[in-house]
């Protein structure tokens, strides 16, 4: 058990150093050009080949890349290696949001949106933006080692699952509302839609329809927060991955593998 709470608090220390570093380092003139590097960070961390531009001339941007590389290489470690029990280390993980949660004031309004396929890089730059709005939005890492719905949904309501109960997003989204007495829940689609549609395609396509997926989800957190003085709860049950093709085009695929981003799945608390 020492090991799921050294490792689970090592993430979400990652994680919060990292937004912290981007914060602190990066200040481009537009919010599509800080997702873009974003992006491009993530990517080369885990192919370690630019994706669009090399950031090896920016040593600000290459010491956050570094870093970015060290926290693939703990979750990495924690598939590849099997020495931790990854249900354990998920319900430390979630106890840690709850109690994270329970933190804010119970007379603001909460509010769940599960996201299917908000990746890391997503919920990174969301973080990032809305800390920069002047938010105190907290993320947290959650390891899904198939990369996809189903073993999110596995790990979150096993017993559920193994009775063969018809498990759905919304219904887990439902059952995570009542547990924190939310005021509404939602599942926020869009993401996977997009996933399956993006085949054969140039990044900047994948970079451009996805930065504008994440300034709607962050225009309704906004509005949530300005019109009810809301918290907000945003889980993702899986992340994406980037496959190159041939001549310039790549696929997005939920892909389960050394360094994939398909099995992280991302929690934000706002």
Known sequence: ?????????????????????????????????????????????????PLLKSLHKDARLLKILQYVRELLNIVN???????????????????????????????????????????IIDAMYIAYRLKKEGMKPSIIPLINPGGVTE???FILEPHSYIQNINLTLNVIAHR???????????????????????????????????????SDLCNKITRLKKDFNSTIMILSDHGYDITEKSNGFYDVNHLWGPRSFSVIASLLII
């Open 77 to 119: 470690d924690v598939i590849s290696e099997r020495n931790i029990d990854i249900f354990a280390l998920a319900r430390e993980i979630l106890r840690r949001a709850y109690t994270k949660l329970a933190e804010t004031s119970e007379n603001m309004p909460r509010y769940v949106i599960i996201c299917d396929g908000l990746s």
């Open 151 to 153: 073993t999110y949904k």
């Open 1 to 49: 058990m020492s090991a799921v709470l050294e490792v689970a608090s090592l993430l979400i220390d990652k994680l919060h150093t990292l937004l912290d570093m981007l914060h602190q380092y990066t200040n481009f003139d537009s919010p599509e050009k800080t997702y873009k590097a974003i992006f491009e960070m993530f990517y080369q961390a885990s192919y370690h080949k």
């Open 176 to 214: 995570i509302a009542e547990k924190i007495h939310a005021k509404d829940y939602e599942v926020f689609k869009e993401y996977d839609e997009l996933i399956h549609q993006l085949k054969n395609v140039h990044a900047i396509d994948i970079i451009k329809k996805m930065y504008k997926l994440n």
